[in-house]
């Protein structure tokens, strides 16, 4: 494993340039000199790598663990750098297949991409169903009557299946596929329209954004309620991402060097930081303002909150401009697994769900307690490193055998992907 | 997500918070419980108080209290171990010999917040308690309820009992570890405190205590038993709990901790 084969799995060069590693060569590399097309870059695939792990460490029950995950501390969480990067790497990626091959090539590729979300979906949906009758036939403490009544779709599974199918019925923690699936589906719309002005496009974007807070628009969800996470509201994450790549990051260069900026974003940090502090210590909430506190909550998450949203970007800002792109601790052995977990992220993502979901059955039939709980967190973030080299080793060994031109092609999937 | 942390780190910091006194406070009052419903203090504290059940008693009037709960308020086929029963039996011996305590239970089975509230203000009119303890949560959250929606119908609900002339207490959904992954509580639980602090309605933290429980090795609350055993051992804790509850939020104990 060199710093070269992670930049395969990233870059459209492919492995040929590859080899010569670093970021100069790859810039020369005559698919990327494209214009409106930034580099990619393996911070990107870092901070998903990090997303994909804190997503798994939240969606595991409470445990000490959870103290490291970014939500404890702020008001964002790894959901928001998941679904930027997200928009970020496939408008990099299929942006410039449409460059290149045309609207038509690059929409029938990014459906490609969307039926292999929708399938990984559909089979942690199937993980869900074996778990659930599980539970429901070897299930019968009398303390829990109640709580069982979880099953009664187990009497309709037509209905529930079809509805699971539609995206309606997404059990809990399997929200952010779906949002994924109809933020891919509006991709060649986003594309196709920042092709044509990406500014105007973002703006688009916001005021979508706008609109759904102001008409409180949502997608509905079976059997009641909605979505949980509202793609009416994040699609405005993933055209931002999709807008800094494309040339938008270029152009704000000079802003986020600014110290102006800088000192902006460490204000808001350290004042998000004191109200997330309020909710753990009631203590210091008397000295909270009632009036800043009736505006401010609740901080809505399905919504995305304007809170959120600037609370990322200010997260992002620092991150830019204190970790360089050619930052040598990129190729530091420690932050391998990071990176190359989130160089496979919809498979990664995947394994991080259902790893949760094992890891549920685990404390729950084995044992509980602290130390299984460390044990299952580790071991999930272990299997989830392991995968990952498997998969870059299908990648980059077991593959290889296809022409040139296709194994781009592949990879470029891979690296658009969520 | 951020409700979930929010609530375990209240409750973890409620235990600097909690004031001393309250554990000495409870040893003294009545028959020891058993070692299994130990709890630490914070866990039963409350910063609003029961007027109209402490004036009641005062003035030594009998004390109607009314259950409105759902399945998970009864143990079936065991009812006489459920908590509303349990808790009947531990104010009987923890109050004056002299004050009359009777607890009658509504089960409002499958029903929503918002269903159950609607039933509210004849229930009220037909019942006449002093105390209503409104445990809900439960069917909303296997519905996932819209959590706008179910606090909505929480505060109507509370509105319209404190309307008919009742002290209120909410409780929580229960800790169900196995179904944890399914059923999404931490909404629910956030938006049931803030009404709770909103109309200055003492929280019975139902799901927290249970947690704790289970945390601490007193109940295993994963067990797949069929039998009725651990329930009514729960049920009796949590009774025991309840009751220690109302007694120090209308400040009936006989060491009145709060200042």
Known sequence: ?418 | MKAKVLLSLILLCGGFAAPPARADAAAPAVPVAPAACELPPYLLATESQLHKVADAVKAGKPLEILVIGSRSTTIPASEDSSYPARMQAILKEKLPPSEAVHVSVEIQSKKTAEEAATTFVKLMEAKRPTLVIWQTGTVDAIRAIDPDEFRGALTEGVAALQNAGADVILMNLQYSPRTETMISAPPYLDNMRVVAQEHDVPLFDRFAIMRQWNDQGQFDLFSPSRGPELAKQVHDCLGRALAQFVIDAAHLGPVQPQN
């Open chain 1, 1 to 418: 494993m060199t710093i070269a084969d992670q930049v395969t799995g990233s870059t459209i060069a492919g492995p040929a340039d590859a080899k010569s590693a670093g970021t100069r060569p790859r810039a020369a590399a005559p698919a990327i000199t494209l214009p409106a097309i930034g580099e990619r870059e393996l911070r990107l695939d870092l901070f998903r790598g990090l997303a994909l792990w804190l997503i798994f460490i939240d969606h595991l029950p409470t445990s000490l663990l959870t103290w490291f995950t970014i939500r404890n501390y702020g008001f964002s969480d790894a959901t928001e750098i998941f679904i930027f990067i997200s928009g970020y790497t496939a408008a990099f990626v299929y942006g410039r297949a449409m460059l290149e091959s045309g609207v038509v090539i690059a929409t029938a590729r990014i459906l490609r991409r969307v039926w292999q979300i929708y399938v990984a979906h559909v089979f942690l949906f199937t993980i869900f169903l074996a778990e659930i009758s599980y539970v429901a036939t070897s299930f019968e403490n009398p303390l829990y009557t109640e709580e069982m009544g979880i099953m009664d779709f187990l009497k309709q599974p037509d209905v529930t299946i079809v509805q699971a199918l539609l995206l309606r019925f997404r059990p809990v923690n399997m929200d952010v596929l779906p949002l994924y699936i109809v933020l891919m589906l509006a991709l060649p719309l986003i594309l196709w329209s920042m092709k044509w002005k990406p500014d105007v496009t973002l703006g688009l974007s916001v005021v979508l954004y706008a609109v759904t807070w102001e008409y409180d628009l949502y997608f509905s969800a079976y059997p009641n309620g909605f979505w949980a996470f509202n793609p009416l509201a994040w699609q405005l994450l993933f055209v931002f991402g999709a807008w800094c790549a494309l040339g938008g990051a270029r152009r704000m260069s000079r802003i986020l060097a600014s110290p102006v900026t800088m000192w902006i974003s460490i204000a808001y940090l350290v004042a998000a930081f004191y109200v997330t502090m309020t909710w753990y210590v009631p203590q210091l909430s008397h000295l909270m303002p009632k009036r800043l506190e009736q505006w401010m909550y609740p901080i809505d998450k399905t919504d995305l909150d304007v809170l959120r949203f600037t609370h990322f970007l200010a997260l992002a800002a620092l991150t830019v401009r204190f970790l360089p792109r050619d930052w040598p601790g990129l190729s530091s052995p420690w932050l391998r697994p990071l990176i190359l977990c989130g160089q496979h992220s919809l498979e990664i993502f995947c394994l991080g769900v259902f790893l949760a979901f094992a890891g549920h059955f685990v404390l729950a039939e084995v044992s509980g307690g602290p130390v299984m709980h460390a044990l299952i967190s580790l071991s999930g973030i272990l299997i989830m490193w392991a995968v990952a080299w498997v998969i870059s080793w299908y990648k980059r060994v077991a593959d290889k055998s296809g022409s040139k031109t296709k194994s781009a092609i592949g990879s470029a999937d891979m690296a658009g992907g969520g």
